[in-house]
């Protein structure tokens, strides 16, 4: 009878163990965002980015790891704004030229498009004034395999091989209503790719399909038109 007994215990130890393990590996990816805001005579910075956690093991620590690589792109963007800054400033000083009115610029957002417990998918929006007529707007996108612990290259995600597929699906999904855009779309050209349960983001930077007043170019489209192109799942 207490053979018995115990086997039971046993049993139910290792069902509540596997429910809890299951749990936990199918916790939610939980976001907070990060905000910087620094300023002097010679520069502003405003920065503001996303981090995620989870009360699952796994998930929790691909979190950590994605929080730190971006982190690091964001310390990195804002030294090296500080360091331009002062070399700037100090050159203008050295040469007696009348400092400017203006201060240099850098602002970062972040945009979500998916965080599970396969693949974090951010896009960074930077822009940056350094003086002259306008600053400069530049993307990166952040695509996360959770399993894997690593970023991923646009060419992990999509099947270039495919590109006549994705070209066809980019230039139907193309929105040009006023003409101001010159060159159509197509995979070669593109700066970043974010991808959502059920699409694909495909940003193109300032002057890449046209001047920079028509700025930049955002295409979405379903991953049921490209499924056959998506190596990710």
């Known amino acids: 009878m207490n053979k018995v007994i115990r086997k039971s215990g046993s049993l139910l130890t290792a069902a509540f163990s596997a429910a809890l393990f299951f749990s936990c590996s199918e916790a939610e990816i939980n976001p907070e965002k990060i905000k910087n805001n620094e300023e002097n005579e010679k520069y502003r910075i405003n920065t ?93 996108a952040y695509n996360f395999d959770m399993e894997q612990g690593r970023l991923l290259e646009n060419e992990e995600i999509i099947d270039y091989s495919k590109a006549d597929a994705i070209n066809k699906a980019l230039k139907a999904h193309f929105d040009n209503p006023e003409g101001c855009f010159s060159t159509e779309p197509t995979l070669d050209l593109v700066n970043c790719i974010n991808i959502t349960e059920d699409s694909v983001c495909f940003t193109f930077e300032h002057y890449v399909l046209g001047a920079y007043a028509c700025g930049y170019a955002e295409i979405t489209v379903p991953i049921s038109e490209i499924a056959e192109c998506i190596l990710i799942r």
């Not at 503001?48 to 690589?69: I, P």
């Not at 972040?110 to 965080?115: E, G, K, L, R, V």
Request: hydrophobic share 30%; proline share 1%.
């Open 48 to 140: 503001e980015y996303t981090v995620f956690s989870s009360e699952g093991r796994t998930a929790g620590t691909a979190c950590a790891k994605y929080n730190e690589l971006a982190g690091k792109y964001m310390e990195n963007r804002i030294s090296s704004t500080k360091k331009e800054a002062d070399e700037l400033f100090r050159s203008l000083s050295e040469s007696e030229m009348e400092m400017p009115s203006w201060k240099c610029e850098l602002w970062i957002s972040d945009s979500t498009f998916t965080a599970n417990k396969n693949i974090i998918s951010v896009r960074f929006k930077t822009y940056s004034f350094q003086g002259g007529a306008h600053g400069m707007t530049m993307f990166k």
